[in-house]
């Protein structure tokens, strides 16, 4: 199998304390890889070291099959990236920015230019001042900037800040296109999980400064099983009557007034029906599959989970 990005042991020291701890991560060529963990997890700290803003106290970084050193020129021309906010001249206009950036890189097709600004909707609006851009229009232009080249390997981190969910939408669509259509191989850091469900292919989930675990999306989905979610007015009556007149086995409670049923032995209109019938007003009933917010917090928590 082909990897874009590999490391082995990779740790960062601060003033004594590691903000990243023996991270070993593998990302494969052409897929969405989503680095999922909660603020200060250690997400940008890795993303840093994997463009060489940031060195490591110890451990080895190898992308595109080669060693990261600080002589890795030729490496980082072949990647794009968006670290912390995207910062830009205020008084020049996107387009100006952009051709900076170009001239930069030694980049010199200019349709380009026009063609990353039409593919984040940012068009009709190339010749107005950065100054006047919106957080989410900043976002958009930094996603521009990081695309232009081409190139092989996109490390975003938190590319969705800022954004409407309209805008959300647009870039989660972008960033499908980019890997299924021109290759691009994706390192996308977030602490929305819904968001990350809807594009990875891959999960890296990680909790104070430690990679906890890495699995497909695919994977999370065959494990999760399907159940019925149950909101009522009375616990201790739906209670008894899963219990003692439905002869329920798995269910739980969860909160004060909600039931997970796991078991398959009743329909949703059975249980309805039973519940109605004894006195109990039903005010939701829905048939859910876990998700990848249920895997997540299992995982940050300490809870188990086999893959």
Do not use: W
């Not at 798995?250 to 909600?258: C, H, L, S, T």
Request: proline share 2%; aromatic share 8%.
């Amino acid at each position: 199998m082909s990897y874009i990005i590999k490391t082995n042991q990779l740790t960062k020291t601060y003033e004594g304390k590691e903000v990243v701890s023996n991270v070993n991560m593998k990302v494969k060529k052409g897929e969405i890889y989503g680095f999922l963990g909660p603020n200060g997890a250690g997400k940008t700290t890795i993303m840093k070291m994997l463009t060489n803003l940031v060195k490591p106290t110890s451990g080895e970084i190898e992308i595109f099959g080669e060693k990261l050193t600080n002589t890795s020129y030729e490496v980082l021309k072949r990647m794009g990236s968006i670290i912390e906010y995207p910062v830009f001249y205020d008084r020049l206009t996107a387009r100006e920015n952009l051709e900076l950036h170009c001239e930069y890189m030694g980049f010199y097709d200019k349709k380009a230019i026009d063609a990353a600004l039409d593919l984040v909707k940012l068009k009709d609006i190339e010749n107005k001042s950065v100054k006047d851009f919106s957080l989410g229009m900043k976002q958009r232009l930094g996603i521009a900037r990081a695309i232009i080249t081409k190139p092989e390997l996109l490390i975003l981190d938190e590319p969705i800040n800022g954004l409407d969910p309209v805008g959300i939408k647009e870039l989660r669509d972008l960033f499908h296109m980019l890997c299924r259509e021109y290759g691009i191989t994706m390192l996308i850091s977030s602490h929305i999980l819904g968001e990350m469900e809807q594009v990875a292919d891959t999960i890296g989930v990680i909790s104070d400064g430690k990679l906890i675990k890495e699995v497909s999306i695919e994977e999370i989905h065959e494990q999760n099983t399907e159940y019925i979610e149950l909101v009522v007015n009375d616990v201790k009556k739906a209670f008894y009557v899963l219990d003692e007149i439905l002869h329920l086995t798995n269910f739980k409670v969860i909160g004060e007034a909600r039931f997970r049923i796991y078991d398959t032995g009743a329909s949703q209109s059975e249980i309805s029906k039973e519940l109605i019938l004894n006195g109990v007003m039903v005010e939701e009933i829905n048939k859910k599959n876990h998700s990848l917010e249920d895997y997540f917090l299992t995982l940050i928590n300490g809870g188990g989970i086999s893959a």
